[in-house]
C-alpha cells in the first residue's frame, strides 16, 4: 500500500510515533526511542488484555497485530514501531500490506547490529516460541550475510521470570544458564535478545556470558531504525517539541509495569485504558 502519512518537514511533524507490544515490555522500545528522539511525542498501546503473544498462532497474532495498529491509526500515527518480537517476526508483512503508513519492527534492526558486530559470523538467538519458530530473525539474518551461522532458542521461562521482578536471582541465572550453555559451547560471539522483555535481564546476562559474547538488543537498534525512517520520510518532529509519552492499554496493568517502569527509569504518567472493538 502507498504510504500516505508523509507530512512536510518544515516546522515538523507534531502527529505521535504509535507503538505497539503484546503487552508492558514494549516500554523498553519506548525507552530507547525517548533516550534517542527526545523531541518525539509517542502513543504507546499494549495489549495486556491478551498477553502473551509469544505462545499464539500465526493468523491469531497478525489478527491481533492489526486491531492494534488500527487503532494507533485512529490516534493519528504518523508512523508503526512493532515493538514485539513475535508481532514483528508474524505480523509485519501482514501489516505492511494493509496499514497506510510505514512501520518499523525489531527483527531487522536486530539482524543489522548483530551481522555488523559479528567477528566469527556465530550469531545466537533467544525469544519467544512462537519468535523462534517463525524462523525470522535467521531469515534476516542470512539475507543480510549467507554466510553467518546461526542458532535459536525460545526461552519460554524468561519472561515470567522477568514479569516476576526476579531481574538479578540466583534462579533467573540457572535458567539462563540452561539456555545459554549449548549456545556458547556452540561458539557463538554475538546474542540477539528478540523479545521485548530481556533488554531488563541485559546486566544478569553480560554477568554471565562476559566479554565473549557481544549482546544485540532489538530496542536500541529499533529506535536507530526509526530516527532514519523519520529523516528519510520527513516525519520528524520540530526539534523545540517537548515530546512526551501516553501509555495506554487494554486491560489494567499489573505488577510488572512497576519493575518495567524501576528498570527503565519511565515516567508512564497515567494510563489510559482502551478497548479494541
Ligand atoms: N512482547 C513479546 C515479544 O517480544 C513477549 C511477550 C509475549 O509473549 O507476548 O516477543
Known sequence: MPVSNDAPAKGGD????????????????VSALRRLLPHESIYYLGDTARVPYGGKSASTVQRYSLEVASLLLRENAKTVVVACN??????LSTLEGQLPVTLTGVIRPGAQAATAVTRNGHIGVIGTRATIKSGAYERALIALNPDVRVVARACPLLVPLIEEGWLESEVTDKVLMQYLEPMIADGIDTLVLGCTHYPLLRPAIS??????????DSAENCATAVRALLQEHALGASAEGAGGLHVALTDAPDAFLRV??????????????????
Open 14 to 29: 507534531p502527529r505521535p510515533i504509535g507503538v505497539f507490544d503484546s503487552g508492558i515490555g514494549g516500554l523498553t522500545v
Open 86 to 91: 513475535t508481532a514483528s517476526a508474524l505480523a
Open 207 to 216: 554477568r554471565l556470558l562476559g566479554d565473549a559474547v557481544t549482546l544485540v
Open 260 to 277: 518495567a517502569n524501576e528498570a527503565l527509569q519511565l515516567d508512564v504518567g497515567e494510563i489510559q485504558l482502551r478497548t479494541l472493538i
